[in-house]
């Protein structure tokens, strides 16, 4: 009996590609919740609803331009590490949020795995660093 042997790439080839697929797809899902906070809930909705949970006001504003500006920094990979560390307690917060909700399935209003997952991408991505399609290596 003979095998043929498979020619797949090696995967030090697609590492990189993966990881930069991995940031990009973090900078859409980030910069998505930011804009959604400002055009669809409105930046006084935001507030609003951050007050509602007894947090300060002005948290809802440094949440909008973490997700905003977190965002586009990593589209562009810029500073990716310290930038997907820096969203981690954007994420657990809204994780806290969430948290009576129990899970996704279990509840109108979604859960907390949502952001809990987020979270650990985010702490993976800060692990791998950048990948390819950066601005600049030397802000990556």
């Known amino acids: ?27 859409v899902m980030t910069l998505a919740h930011g804009l959604l906070k400002v055009f669809v809930f409105t930046v006084p909705g935001t507030v609003g609803y951050f ?21 586009l920094a990593l589209l562009l990979g810029v500073y990716t590490r310290w930038v997907s560390l820096a969203l981690i307690p954007v994420l657990l917060g809204a994780a806290w949020v969430h948290l ?27 692990g791998l660093g950048s990948g390819t399609l950066t601005l600049s290596r030397r802000f990556a």
Do not use: K
């Open 51 to 71: 007050e509602s949970l007894g947090l300060p006001g002005v948290l809802a504003y440094l949440t909008i331009l973490a997700e905003i500006g977190g965002g």
């Open 100 to 126: 009576g909700n129990g899970w996704v399935f279990s509840n109108e209003g979604g859960g907390w795995e949502f952001p809990v997952f987020w979270a650990l991408a985010l702490l993976v991505q800060a």
């Open 1 to 27: 009996m003979t095998t043929q042997a498979t020619h797949l790439p090696q995967s030090d080839n697609l590492q990189p590609h993966a990881i930069a697929l991995l940031r990009l797809a973090l900078g």
